[in-house]
């Protein structure tokens, strides 16, 4: 099999998203227990080492990841999605993830998401 990868020497594959309803066969569904993690990040960390990963609504993990992967519109998240995307809020509430510059921008891009949609998210 011809890897892409290895030939350009990339330290991590290339990442490919697909919606789709129907979960390809071999495919692991994404489990944060395995990975003692909750973030969807792991998910596309995983992929970027080659694995082929899933996610669905009743995958488990932060809220953000089913917002973030369209399964949910998360926000009313504790001081807001934008800030949570970006800088954070402050004392008190969830840890900026520094995704985006901005508030404003972080904002702007969580609009463009789709909600609270019934499709796999697969990651390769």
């Given amino acids: ?3 892409l990868s290895k ?3 990339l330290k991590y594959s290339p990442i490919s998203v697909i919606l789709t309803d129907v979960l390809p066969e071999n495919v692991e569904e994404f489990n944060p227990g395995k990975y003692n993690n909750f ?3 792991t998910c596309v960390r995983e992929a970027a ?5 899933a996610m669905s609504a009743e995958s488990k993990g932060c809220p953000g990841a089913r917002s973030g992967m369209g399964f ?3 926000t009313n998240m504790p001081g807001g999605i934008e800030y949570f995307l970006s800088c954070g ?4 509430f969830p840890e ?8 404003e921008i ?6 463009g998401l789709p909600k609270n949609h019934e499709f796999k998210v697969c990651c390769f």
């Avoid at 900026?96 to 508030?103: A, C, D, H, N, Q």
């Fill in 7 to 9: 030939e350009l020497k």
């Fill in 72 to 74: 949910a519109d998360e």
């Fill in 1 to 3: 099999m011809y890897n």
């Fill in 49 to 53: 080492k080659g694995y082929t990963i």
């Fill in 96 to 103: 900026g993830e520094r995704l985006k510059k901005t508030p």
């Fill in 89 to 92: 809020r402050g004392e008190g």
């Fill in 39 to 41: 973030c969807s990040l």
């Fill in 106 to 111: 972080a904002k702007a891009y969580y609009a």
